[in-house]
Protein backbone atom coordinates (compact mmCIF):
# COMPACT_ATOMS: atom_id res chain seq x y z
CA UNK A 1 0.00 0.00 0.00
CA UNK A 2 2.88 2.52 0.85
CA UNK A 3 4.47 1.50 -2.07
CA UNK A 4 1.21 2.09 -4.27
CA UNK A 5 0.97 5.87 -2.23
CA UNK A 6 4.63 6.50 -3.30
CA UNK A 7 4.28 5.74 -7.05
CA UNK A 8 0.81 8.13 -7.03
CA UNK A 9 3.19 11.11 -5.47
CA UNK A 10 6.08 10.51 -7.94
CA UNK A 11 3.06 10.35 -10.39
CA UNK A 12 1.45 14.14 -9.76
CA UNK A 13 5.30 15.48 -9.43
CA UNK A 14 5.43 14.88 -13.01
CA UNK A 15 2.57 18.27 -13.82
CA UNK A 16 4.39 20.14 -10.88
CA UNK A 17 7.69 19.70 -12.81
CA UNK A 18 5.81 20.26 -16.23
CA UNK A 19 4.47 23.68 -14.41
CA UNK A 20 8.22 24.51 -13.24
CA UNK A 21 9.61 23.91 -16.93
CA UNK A 22 7.43 26.40 -18.07
CA UNK A 23 7.44 28.82 -15.70
CA UNK A 24 11.07 29.04 -15.88
CA UNK A 25 11.15 29.16 -19.60
CA UNK A 26 8.97 32.50 -20.04
CA UNK A 27 10.48 34.08 -16.84
CA UNK A 28 13.84 33.94 -18.47
CA UNK A 29 12.71 34.92 -21.96
CA UNK A 30 10.53 37.59 -20.32
CA UNK A 31 13.92 39.32 -18.80
CA UNK A 32 15.65 41.80 -20.33
CA UNK A 33 18.75 41.20 -22.49
CA UNK A 34 19.36 38.91 -25.79
CA UNK A 35 21.60 36.10 -24.77
CA UNK A 36 23.16 36.70 -28.53
CA UNK A 37 23.92 40.74 -28.16
CA UNK A 38 25.86 39.81 -24.48
CA UNK A 39 27.99 37.11 -25.84
CA UNK A 40 29.06 39.40 -29.05
CA UNK A 41 29.42 42.11 -26.55
CA UNK A 42 31.98 39.68 -24.55
CA UNK A 43 33.82 38.93 -27.62
CA UNK A 44 33.71 41.87 -29.67
CA UNK A 45 32.82 43.36 -32.89
CA UNK A 46 31.07 40.70 -35.11
CA UNK A 47 28.66 40.36 -38.34
CA UNK A 48 25.24 40.69 -37.96
CA UNK A 49 25.22 37.47 -40.18
CA UNK A 50 26.98 35.88 -37.07
CA UNK A 51 25.00 37.07 -34.82
CA UNK A 52 21.82 35.40 -36.75
CA UNK A 53 23.43 32.19 -37.23
CA UNK A 54 23.57 31.93 -33.37
CA UNK A 55 20.55 32.83 -33.31
CA UNK A 56 19.13 29.90 -35.57
CA UNK A 57 22.08 28.00 -33.58
CA UNK A 58 20.29 28.29 -30.15
CA UNK A 59 16.29 28.25 -31.60
CA UNK A 60 16.10 31.71 -30.47
CA UNK A 61 14.11 32.39 -34.32
CA UNK A 62 11.70 30.18 -34.03
CA UNK A 63 8.09 31.86 -32.23
CA UNK A 64 8.06 31.24 -28.33
CA UNK A 65 5.63 28.14 -28.51
CA UNK A 66 8.30 26.23 -30.72
CA UNK A 67 10.88 26.30 -28.29
CA UNK A 68 8.89 25.89 -25.15
CA UNK A 69 7.92 22.78 -27.19
CA UNK A 70 11.19 22.11 -28.29
CA UNK A 71 12.50 22.41 -24.20
CA UNK A 72 9.53 20.55 -23.22
CA UNK A 73 10.53 17.16 -25.29
CA UNK A 74 13.93 17.99 -24.93
CA UNK A 75 13.32 17.22 -20.94
CA UNK A 76 11.18 14.26 -21.42
CA UNK A 77 14.10 12.69 -22.79
CA UNK A 78 16.76 13.81 -20.19
CA UNK A 79 18.04 16.25 -22.60
CA UNK A 80 18.87 19.70 -20.72
CA UNK A 81 20.71 21.20 -23.77
CA UNK A 82 23.61 23.01 -24.27
CA UNK A 83 24.90 26.32 -22.57
CA UNK A 84 25.36 29.10 -24.93
CA UNK A 85 27.88 30.50 -22.76
CA UNK A 86 30.01 27.23 -22.34
CA UNK A 87 29.37 25.73 -25.23
CA UNK A 88 28.55 22.09 -22.90
CA UNK A 89 25.83 19.94 -22.24
CA UNK A 90 23.71 21.50 -18.86
CA UNK A 91 23.84 18.06 -17.70
CA UNK A 92 27.78 17.87 -17.61
CA UNK A 93 27.92 21.51 -15.91
CA UNK A 94 25.53 21.02 -13.41
CA UNK A 95 26.93 17.51 -12.66
CA UNK A 96 30.35 19.12 -12.00
CA UNK A 97 28.86 21.86 -9.20
CA UNK A 98 25.97 19.98 -7.99
CA UNK A 99 28.41 18.05 -5.54
CA UNK A 100 30.51 20.96 -4.20
CA UNK A 101 26.37 22.34 -3.34
CA UNK A 102 24.91 18.85 -2.15
CA UNK A 103 28.02 19.24 0.26
CA UNK A 104 27.83 22.45 1.91
CA UNK A 105 24.24 21.90 2.51
CA UNK A 106 24.73 18.85 4.57
CA UNK A 107 27.42 20.67 6.20
CA UNK A 108 24.85 22.92 7.03
CA UNK A 109 21.92 20.77 8.20
CA UNK A 110 24.30 18.60 10.05
CA UNK A 111 25.26 21.90 12.08
CA UNK A 112 21.75 23.38 12.26
CA UNK A 113 20.07 19.95 13.24
CA UNK A 114 23.16 19.60 15.82
CA UNK A 115 22.30 22.74 17.47
CA UNK A 116 18.79 22.59 16.99
CA UNK A 117 17.64 19.78 18.64
CA UNK A 118 18.95 20.61 22.14
CA UNK A 119 18.37 24.11 21.91
CA UNK A 120 14.55 22.99 20.77
CA UNK A 121 14.35 20.47 23.95
CA UNK A 122 15.80 22.01 26.59
CA UNK A 123 14.01 24.91 26.04
CA UNK A 124 10.72 23.95 26.05
CA UNK A 125 11.55 21.03 29.26
CA UNK A 126 12.71 24.97 30.99
CA UNK A 127 9.84 26.89 29.80
CA UNK A 128 10.26 30.47 30.44
CA UNK A 129 13.65 29.99 32.43
CA UNK A 130 16.81 32.17 31.79
CA UNK A 131 18.23 29.08 28.87
CA UNK A 132 14.93 29.00 27.25
CA UNK A 133 14.66 33.19 27.11
CA UNK A 134 18.27 33.04 25.86
CA UNK A 135 17.85 30.37 23.45
CA UNK A 136 14.92 31.81 21.70
CA UNK A 137 16.63 35.12 21.28
CA UNK A 138 19.23 33.42 19.66
CA UNK A 139 16.99 32.07 17.59
CA UNK A 140 15.25 35.05 16.44
CA UNK A 141 18.61 36.44 15.84
CA UNK A 142 19.51 33.78 13.51
CA UNK A 143 16.23 33.95 11.75
CA UNK A 144 16.00 37.34 11.30
CA UNK A 145 20.31 38.43 10.66
CA UNK A 146 20.87 37.97 6.47
CA UNK A 147 23.83 35.31 5.62
CA UNK A 148 26.15 37.51 3.68
CA UNK A 149 26.51 39.54 6.87
CA UNK A 150 26.53 37.17 9.01
CA UNK A 151 28.74 35.48 6.84
CA UNK A 152 31.36 38.20 6.54
CA UNK A 153 31.32 38.63 10.06
CA UNK A 154 32.72 34.99 10.69
CA UNK A 155 35.09 35.72 7.80
CA UNK A 156 36.01 39.04 10.13
CA UNK A 157 36.44 37.31 13.01
CA UNK A 158 37.91 33.60 12.39
CA UNK A 159 39.53 34.06 9.15
CA UNK A 160 41.24 37.45 8.89
CA UNK A 161 41.46 38.28 12.89
CA UNK A 162 42.25 34.75 14.45
CA UNK A 163 43.61 33.00 11.27
CA UNK A 164 41.73 29.76 12.77
CA UNK A 165 40.15 29.18 9.38
CA UNK A 166 40.30 29.32 5.55
CA UNK A 167 38.35 32.21 3.66
CA UNK A 168 37.20 30.76 0.02
CA UNK A 169 37.25 27.51 -1.88
CA UNK A 170 36.73 23.97 -0.88
CA UNK A 171 40.51 22.85 -0.25
CA UNK A 172 43.94 24.51 0.18
CA UNK A 173 45.29 25.02 -3.18
CA UNK A 174 48.33 23.21 -2.02
CA UNK A 175 46.69 19.78 -1.03
CA UNK A 176 46.41 17.06 -3.83
CA UNK A 177 42.82 14.94 -3.79
CA UNK A 178 42.21 12.23 -6.26
CA UNK A 179 38.53 13.22 -6.49
CA UNK A 180 35.77 10.02 -7.22
CA UNK A 181 33.03 11.35 -6.28
CA UNK A 182 33.14 15.17 -6.28
CA UNK A 183 32.27 15.30 -2.81
CA UNK A 184 35.65 16.07 -1.00
CA UNK A 185 35.32 14.68 2.08
CA UNK A 186 33.75 11.62 0.84
CA UNK A 187 36.96 11.27 -1.26
CA UNK A 188 39.15 12.26 1.45
CA UNK A 189 37.90 9.03 3.27
CA UNK A 190 37.43 6.87 0.50
CA UNK A 191 41.46 7.52 -0.90
CA UNK A 192 42.69 7.73 3.05
CA UNK A 193 43.98 11.44 2.49
CA UNK A 194 44.35 12.63 5.91
CA UNK A 195 45.58 16.32 4.91
CA UNK A 196 42.84 16.64 2.61
CA UNK A 197 40.43 15.61 4.42
CA UNK A 198 41.57 18.39 7.31
CA UNK A 199 41.71 20.52 4.71
CA UNK A 200 38.22 19.83 3.26
CA UNK A 201 36.87 20.05 6.63
CA UNK A 202 38.05 23.29 8.00
CA UNK A 203 36.99 25.41 4.28
CA UNK A 204 33.57 23.74 5.16
CA UNK A 205 33.05 24.86 8.85
CA UNK A 206 32.36 28.58 8.09
CA UNK A 207 29.81 28.40 5.00
CA UNK A 208 28.10 25.54 6.84
CA UNK A 209 28.15 27.83 9.70
CA UNK A 210 26.56 30.40 7.95
CA UNK A 211 24.28 28.77 5.82
CA UNK A 212 22.83 26.18 9.12
CA UNK A 213 22.28 29.44 11.38
CA UNK A 214 18.95 29.83 9.99
CA UNK A 215 18.19 26.39 9.80
CA UNK A 216 18.84 26.16 13.78
CA UNK A 217 16.85 28.92 14.52
CA UNK A 218 13.98 27.42 12.84
CA UNK A 219 13.46 24.37 13.55
CA UNK A 220 14.43 24.77 17.33
CA UNK A 221 11.29 27.41 17.29
CA UNK A 222 9.04 24.62 16.00
CA UNK A 223 10.65 21.88 17.73
CA UNK A 224 10.10 23.95 20.95
CA UNK A 225 6.25 24.89 20.10
CA UNK A 226 6.22 21.25 19.38
CA UNK A 227 7.56 19.91 22.40
CA UNK A 228 5.43 22.14 24.59
CA UNK A 229 2.22 20.90 23.17
CA UNK A 230 3.25 17.38 24.05
CA UNK A 231 4.27 18.08 27.08
CA UNK A 232 0.83 19.41 28.42
CA UNK A 233 -1.24 16.32 26.44
CA UNK A 234 -2.93 13.60 28.57
CA UNK A 235 -0.29 10.81 27.64
CA UNK A 236 2.49 12.87 28.93
CA UNK A 237 0.59 13.42 32.25
CA UNK A 238 -0.08 9.94 32.33
CA UNK A 239 2.96 8.67 31.99
CA UNK A 240 4.12 11.33 34.97
CA UNK A 241 1.31 9.90 37.04
CA UNK A 242 2.60 6.19 36.60
CA UNK A 243 5.74 6.97 37.67
CA UNK A 244 7.85 6.82 34.25
CA UNK A 245 11.06 8.58 34.17
CA UNK A 246 11.36 12.59 32.91
CA UNK A 247 13.76 11.18 30.82
CA UNK A 248 11.81 8.63 28.72
CA UNK A 249 8.74 10.86 29.28
CA UNK A 250 10.02 13.05 26.99
CA UNK A 251 12.46 10.83 24.73
CA UNK A 252 9.77 8.31 24.44
CA UNK A 253 6.55 10.46 24.38
CA UNK A 254 6.91 13.80 23.86
CA UNK A 255 9.87 14.12 21.14
CA UNK A 256 8.25 11.02 19.16
CA UNK A 257 5.09 13.13 18.56
CA UNK A 258 6.97 16.52 18.62
CA UNK A 259 8.68 15.09 15.57
CA UNK A 260 5.98 15.11 13.38
CA UNK A 261 5.83 18.60 12.69
CA UNK A 262 9.54 19.54 12.75
CA UNK A 263 10.12 16.70 10.04
CA UNK A 264 8.30 18.86 7.81
CA UNK A 265 10.28 21.75 8.48
CA UNK A 266 13.13 20.24 8.24
CA UNK A 267 12.02 18.26 4.80
CA UNK A 268 11.51 22.09 3.56
CA UNK A 269 14.79 23.50 4.77
CA UNK A 270 16.13 20.66 2.78
CA UNK A 271 15.04 22.08 -0.64
CA UNK A 272 16.14 25.82 1.49
CA UNK A 273 19.63 24.97 1.39
CA UNK A 274 20.22 23.46 -2.07
CA UNK A 275 18.52 26.17 -3.55
CA UNK A 276 18.70 29.07 -1.45
CA UNK A 277 23.01 29.29 -0.84
CA UNK A 278 23.54 31.75 -3.96
CA UNK A 279 24.59 34.29 -1.54
CA UNK A 280 26.60 31.93 0.84
CA UNK A 281 28.48 30.38 -2.01
CA UNK A 282 29.50 34.00 -3.31
CA UNK A 283 30.64 35.60 -0.34
CA UNK A 284 32.94 31.96 0.49
CA UNK A 285 33.69 31.58 -3.16
CA UNK A 286 32.01 28.12 -3.06
CA UNK A 287 32.40 26.53 -6.30
CA UNK A 288 28.62 24.99 -6.37
CA UNK A 289 25.86 25.32 -8.59
CA UNK A 290 24.73 28.73 -7.15
CA UNK A 291 27.51 30.36 -8.26
CA UNK A 292 26.90 29.22 -11.23
CA UNK A 293 23.40 30.01 -11.29
CA UNK A 294 24.58 33.23 -10.88
CA UNK A 295 26.61 33.75 -13.71
CA UNK A 296 24.09 32.17 -16.21
CA UNK A 297 21.64 34.37 -15.51
CA UNK A 298 23.68 37.60 -15.73
CA UNK A 299 24.47 35.94 -19.36
CA UNK A 300 20.92 35.33 -20.21
CA UNK A 301 22.36 31.54 -20.64
CA UNK A 302 18.70 29.85 -21.40
CA UNK A 303 19.17 26.36 -20.71
CA UNK A 304 21.84 26.93 -17.94
CA UNK A 305 19.36 28.50 -15.91
CA UNK A 306 16.43 26.21 -17.02
CA UNK A 307 18.39 23.28 -16.19
CA UNK A 308 19.53 24.34 -12.38
CA UNK A 309 15.83 24.98 -11.89
CA UNK A 310 14.71 21.61 -12.72
CA UNK A 311 17.46 20.68 -10.28
CA UNK A 312 16.05 22.56 -7.66
CA UNK A 313 12.59 21.79 -8.31
CA UNK A 314 13.27 18.15 -7.81
CA UNK A 315 15.16 18.13 -4.83
CA UNK A 316 11.88 20.37 -3.37
CA UNK A 317 9.68 17.45 -4.81
CA UNK A 318 11.80 14.46 -3.72
CA UNK A 319 12.19 16.03 0.07
CA UNK A 320 8.50 16.40 0.45
CA UNK A 321 8.05 13.00 -0.78
CA UNK A 322 10.44 11.99 1.96
CA UNK A 323 8.74 14.06 4.38
CA UNK A 324 5.70 11.74 3.43
CA UNK A 325 7.14 8.47 4.33
CA UNK A 326 8.47 9.74 7.16
CA UNK A 327 5.25 10.63 8.45
CA UNK A 328 4.20 7.22 8.47
CA UNK A 329 6.96 5.96 10.16
CA UNK A 330 6.63 8.15 12.77
CA UNK A 331 3.20 8.21 13.20
CA UNK A 332 1.39 4.84 11.72
CA UNK A 333 -2.32 6.58 11.72
CA UNK A 334 -1.40 8.89 9.22
CA UNK A 335 -1.57 8.36 5.48
CA UNK A 336 0.58 9.26 2.80
Known sequence: MRLVKIVERLLVAIPIMTGVAVIVFF???LTPGDPVDIMMGQGGAVS??????????????????????????????GDMGNSFTRQRPVAQLIAERLPATIE?????????????????????????????????????????????WLGILLI??????????????RIGSDVHLTTITGFYVLDSLLTGNREALVSSLRHLVLPSV????????????VLRSSMLECLRSDYVKLARAKGVSEFSTVAKHAL??????????????????????????AVFGWPG???LVV?????????????????????????????DVLYTYLNPKIEM
Do not use: C
Open 104 to 148: LALGALIFGLLVAFPIGIISAVRQNSLTDRLSMAGAFLGISMPPF
Open 289 to 291: LGR
Open 48 to 77: AGEMERLRSEFNLDKPLHEQLAIFLLDLAR
Open 27 to 29: FMR
Open 256 to 281: RNALIPTVTVVGLQVGVLLGGNMIVE
Open 156 to 169: LIFSVHLKWLPVQG
Open 210 to 221: TLGAAVAAIVAR
Open 295 to 323: DAIFARDFPLVQGAVMVYAFTFVAANLVV
